[in-house]
Each structure stands twice: as C-alpha cells, then as structure tokens.
C-alpha cells in the first residue's frame, strides 16, 4: 500500500515537472530553449540573432 502511494507520487510529480520544463521552454521562443547553441543550422533564422546564446561557452 504505501509502495503504490510512492509509486504514484513519483510517476505523477515527474510527468508535472516534464509538462512544466515542456511549458517553460516552448515560452522561451525557437532559439532561446535550444540546447545546441552556436552548432544550431537554424540560428540565423531567429528573429534577434545576437539573442541566440549557447548554453555552454565556448572554448577559446
């Protein structure tokens, strides 16, 4: 019994956190919630290129 209210607890609080992360980024716009940074083929594509920032800096 209480294995089952856990399991549940847990199954139900990741599917909020993914629908929330989901919702977050899809507000951030196309290049913002990008994971690929300057790689990105569709960057120049953005409204505001110098707007797209790559999640990781880059090495000098």
């Known amino acids: 019994m209480v294995f089952s209210i856990v399991f549940g607890v847990a199954v139900f609080g990741y599917a ?4 929330r ?3 977050i980024k899809s507000k951030e716009g196309k290049c913002s919630g990008c994971s ?3 790689s990105c083929p569709s960057a120049s594509s953005c409204s505001t290129p ?3 920032t790559p999640l990781r800096p ?3």
Do not use: A, E, Y
Request: proline fraction near 6%; avoid cysteine.
């Open 16 to 19: 909020g956190w993914t629908i």
């Open 21 to 23: 992360r989901h919702v």
């Open 36 to 38: 690929l940074g300057d």
């Open 50 to 52: 110098s707007s797209h």
């Open 58 to 60: 880059s090495k000098p």
